[in-house]
């Protein structure tokens, strides 16, 4: 029986891990002309690419309370998320939120290898089931595609690729408007789009700008995203295990690997039939006889590329199949490892700490802080004044008039300008106030105050802070 040690050596001697199997001897990119998959995985997966785009392009559309589900608006800080308003005060929830999704990333990957990528990942849905079906769709098959390439220019060449590289620019620059919906809401993106274009230069370069990047990734750059420039993909080596999931060829069944010839003996050959279906479905151009390599985004093309040879050759499925490669090597199944155990337990305890802050989170934030270079001011005899400046963060969206009050405590307070603070929804307000406090309460030179932040009668927020007075402690 062929070995995992024979196995091993027979993979040691070959090159194809020292470059990528998109780079030749020469460094020269090799294009993959990918052949169209079909099978029970790339059904399911074209099914959920059709869900995902119906998310991405109906997400933007969707408003609570006059505002957008989801905005990133990272150049004003502002940040919506299923329609609650972040603020940079709620950067500790953010970095907690980061933190959370790493150990997540870890704990799937440690379990579920490259799951994300072949199934779930923006990049290999736009590039596998909506690019490269498009391209299909103009230009043929891989044969087809090949043939085209090696084609002299006549005009039938010319209009094929032109076409496709219009339609691909056409679906690159309605992506990036949805993109860009994302980052600066749709009302933002309608008016780019409705009004004069000289009113909106910045928008409608970050328009163009995100289609040429796009159309760039898709019709040039391709599988190289995955395979040079995503961090993920570069992580997993560092992520996954022997006992991960992935996509793998099980060589004891498989190998000796050799075409089946009528009329003699085969009984020594393994499955494979040496038919190389897999390495021609593969987006990524590798052969995942191999065994793991960081190319593979775990699209399943092989698996139902093989799959469709099994039924050929009356063999089982499953020559090519999720695996961990302990469960090839050692017929070990699938199991939830001390590793993974430890990850979860993490994921738990900052999920813990998230949902808390996410829970006490409020709609309204306050601070008040002393005039800075300002100590007091005796008043009269009897009364010591301090100089404050509040600034609120409304996180609603309703405006707030808001007014301060003394809590639990005989003084006054003076706000400067108007009487109160007009605070825009989702917006911030700033004020000035002076707070008298009588020399007699007053026992310490630093007593802790507390001041209420109001909203008419109602309460929205307590703040302490410190009140200085001339006496000796
Ligand atoms: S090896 Fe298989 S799963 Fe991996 S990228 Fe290639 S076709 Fe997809
Ligand atoms: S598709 Fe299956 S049988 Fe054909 S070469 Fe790949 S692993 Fe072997």
Redesign the pocket.
């Known amino acids: 029986m062929f070995s995992e040690v024979d196995h091993l050596n027979e993979i040691a001697t070959e090159e194809f891990r020292d470059r990528l199997g998109t780079v030749d001897e020469k460094g020269k990119r090799k294009w993959v002309y990918a052949q169209k998959p079909k099978g029970r995985f790339t059904n399911i997966r074209s099914f959920l690419s059709i869900f995902y785009f119906l998310i991405f392009f109906g997400l933007p559309f969707i408003e609570i309370d006059g505002r957008p589900l989801f905005l990133f608006n990272i150049p004003k800080a502002h940040f919506i998320v299923f329609g609650k308003v972040f603020w940079p005060q709620d950067f500790f929830i953010f970095g907690i939120t980061m933190v959370t999704f790493v150990f997540f990333i870890i704990l799937f990957t440690a379990a579920f290898g490259r799951l994300f990528c072949g199934w779930a990942c923006p990049q290999t849905n736009f590039m596998e089931l909506m690019f490269r079906k498009v391209e299909y769709l103009i230009l043929g098959d891989a044969a087809a595609q090949r043939k085209l390439k090696a084609d002299p220019w006549t005009s039938r060449k010319i209009f094929k690729v032109g076409f496709k590289h219009f339609v691909f620019f056409v679906l690159a620059f309605i992506i990036s408007n949805f993109f860009l919906s994302y980052v600066i809401g749709m009302k933002e993106l309608r008016k780019i789009i409705t009004e004069p274009l000289s009113e909106h230069v910045g928008g409608l370069t970050a328009i163009v700008i995100f289609s040429y990047v796009f159309y760039a990734v898709y019709a040039y750059f391709r599988e190289q995203v995955c395979i040079v420039i995503c961090p993920y993909g570069r992580l997993q080596s560092v992520l996954m295990d022997k006992n991960s999931m992935i996509v793998a060829?099980d060589y004891k069944r498989?190998e000796p690997?050799g075409h089946i010839k009528k009329g003699e003996d085969n009984s020594k050959l393994g499955d494979?039939?040496?038919?190389?279906?897999?390495?021609r479905v593969c987006p990524t151009g590798i052969d995942i006889?191999n065994g793991l390599q960081m190319e593979c985004v775990g699209c399943t093309a092989?698996i139902d590329?093989?799959n469709g040879?099994m039924d050929k050759i009356g063999k089982p499925r499953g020559?090519?199949r999720y695996a961990s490669e302990n469960s090839i090597a050692d017929g070990e199944r699938l199991h939830y490892t001390k590793r993974m155990k430890f990850y979860t337990a993490l994921c738990a305890v900052v999920l813990s700490l998230l949902s808390m802050l996410l829970i006490t989170r409020k709609d309204i934030d306050a601070t008040v802080m002393r005039a800075p270079g300002m100590l007091f001011q005796e008043k009269g005899k009897d009364s010591v004044q301090n100089l404050y400046n509040v600034k609120v963060v409304n996180k609603t969206t309703r405006e707030i008039p808001m007014i301060v009050k003394l809590e639990d405590m005989e003084g006054s307070i003076l706000m400067i300008g108007k009487p109160y603070v007009k605070v825009e929804n989702e917006g911030q307000g700033w004020g000035e106030f002076f707070i008298t406090l009588p020399k007699k309460n007053i026992l310490k030179r630093s007593t802790p105050i507390n001041i209420g932040i109001y909203n008419g009668k109602q309460k929205i927020a307590v703040v302490t802070t410190k009140f200085l007075a001339p006496v000796a402690e």
């Not at 494979?272 to 390495?279: A, E, K, R, T, Y």
Request: with cysteine; glycine share 6%.
């Open positions: 060829y498989g690997r494979c039939i040496d038919c190389f279906q897999c390495v006889r092989c590329a093989c040879i020559l090519v």
